[in-house]
């Protein structure tokens, strides 16, 4: 998993869909502030509180101008379901190639029920105006996290 002041392997080339089906990417984000929130999968129980919880301080983080997007390696159909089910004002990007969860480092092996699987670890990346990585949860445990994040991207950005 990539850490802080790390380069983003392939940076200029992590392209991919969002919900809307729209071509995103991270240089077209350049000069602006981000959070990137990797999670495992659009309307689970964890997902949906955590994506809620962005949801909730989306304003606080735009008046900080951090843009919130979310990432996993969900359908385009799926992440256009679940923002609007729950009415998500920001990017989901459509990861199912795994371009972004690759170059990140946030795939990993999980353990559910005795079987073992490749999935996203649940991560969060902070990015400055340059792309470059300021602060990095991993293994992001969803209780207290939105709140943690937005209080610890102000204070390294305010």
């Known amino acids: 998993m ?20 729209n071509d995103i990417s991270l240089v077209q984000f350049l000069g602006q502030k981000l959070i990137l929130f990797f999670y495992p999968k659009d309307n689970t129980p964890g997902c949906t509180i955590e994506s809620c919880g962005f949801r909730e301080v989306s304003d606080d983080f735009k008046a900080i101008n951090i843009q919130i ?22 990017p989901l990007i ?11 480092g946030v795939i990993k092996e999980k353990n559910m029920f005795g079987k073992k699987y490749l999935g996203i670890e649940r991560s969060t990346f902070l990015l ?31």
Request: glycine residues 6%; hydrophobic residues 35%.
């Open 94 to 104: 459509a990861d199912t190639e795994s371009i972004f969860c690759d170059a990140f």
């Open 128 to 158: 400055d105006e340059r792309g470059e990585i300021q602060y990095v949860w991993s293994k992001v445990k969803i209780m207290g996290h939105v709140t943690e994040a937005l209080k610890i991207s102000s204070s390294i950005f305010v």
């Open 69 to 90: 997007i979310g990432i996993s390696r969900d359908s385009v159909q799926k992440h256009k379901n679940f923002t609007k089910k729950h009415n998500l004002p920001f």
């Open 2 to 21: 990539l850490e802080a002041h790390q380069d983003i392997p392939g940076f200029k080339d992590l392209k991919a869909l969002d919900q809307n089906g």
